[in-house]
């Protein structure tokens, strides 16, 4: 069993920047890939970021790349997103999950609909406002 808790959320002004945490209470090498997404208000969840425990590789969705960085800190047992040039659209729940079996793809895994079959464990989430 993973306990993740998200922190670092806040509000921001647009064209602003914020980094969030993950930390778990445990991160396994067994663990394949660990993500973040969000569900912004009266939409569904989407994958933002994912990174793969094994390699590093990572996969970001498409609104995000070139704003958003995904990193971990295996001595920490953290995970953080940095996001930079935040604009309104940003505003949403963002949630931190654990992919503990391996079955699927670094980039299924991150979708919206992949997400159910392979992330096993949730943090309840930090929440993001990008408001002038």
């Known amino acids: 069993q993973v306990q993740l808790v998200e922190s670092g959320g806040g509000l921001v002004q647009p064209g602003g920047s914020l980094t969030l945490s993950c930390a778990a209470s445990?991160?396994?090498?067994?663990?394949?890939?660990i993500g973040w997404f969000r569900q912004a208000p009266g939409k569904e969840r989407e994958g933002v970021s994912c990174?793969?425990?094994?390699?590093?590789?990572?996969y970001y969705e498409d609104s995000v790349k070139g704003r958003f960085t995904i990193s971990r800190d295996a001595a920490k047992n953290t995970v953080y997103l940095q996001m930079n040039s935040l604009n309104p659209e940003d505003t949403a729940v963002y949630y931190c999950?654990?992919?503990?079996?391996?079955?699927?793809?670094?980039?299924?895994?991150?979708?919206?609909?992949?997400?159910?079959?392979?992330?096993?464990?949730w943090g309840k989430g930090t929440l993001v406002t990008v408001s002038a």
């Open positions: 990174i793969s425990v094994s390699d590093g590789s990572t």
């Open positions: 999950a654990v992919d503990s079996a391996g079955l699927y793809s670094l980039e299924y895994s991150c979708s919206a609909y992949g997400s159910e079959d392979a992330m096993d464990y």
């Open positions: 445990k991160f396994s090498s067994d663990y394949f890939v």
